[in-house]
């Protein structure tokens, strides 16, 4: 019996490699939810027992936020970085930036309406 020829015998698999990028990106993301969960809870227990008294509350407010948007600042870099990459998977890459990208836009937009409450009054 013959080889077949080249043409039709079946391709290699191609190995993929992982996307280191792109998993350090999705894990950003998670620690800045996950740091949100904690944020939630340190200053809800600050609030109840504040005595009236909120600038604890204000200053660690202040630095979650600070924070968790340099989190998800670094998590937006290394999320383009890990799409850029050549011949490797985006999917984490895109899940790395497409979150991190929400969680920066929702602390600007929360930090606009606090700036206008705060002229407003």
Do not use: C, E, W
Not at 95 to 107: E, F, H, N, T, Y
């Amino acid at each position: 019996m013959t080889t077949p020829p080249a043409a039709y015998l079946p391709a290699a698999p191609v190995a993929r490699r992982a996307n280191p990028l792109g998993l350090t990106a999705t894990i950003l993301v998670a620690a800045a939810v996950v740091l949100q969960f904690i944020a939630a809870g340190v200053t809800g227990s600050l609030i109840a027992n504040a005595a009236g008294d909120l600038s604890l509350y204000s200053v660690t407010s202040g630095v979650f936020v600070l924070v968790q948007g340099l989190i998800a600042l670094a998590a937006v870099i290394v999320g383009i970085a890990g799409l850029v990459v050549k011949d490797r998977p985006h999917a984490l890459a895109g899940i790395g930036l497409g979150g991190g990208a929400v969680i920066v836009l929702g602390i600007a937009a929360s930090q606009v309406t606090n700036l206008v409450l705060t002229l407003s009054s």
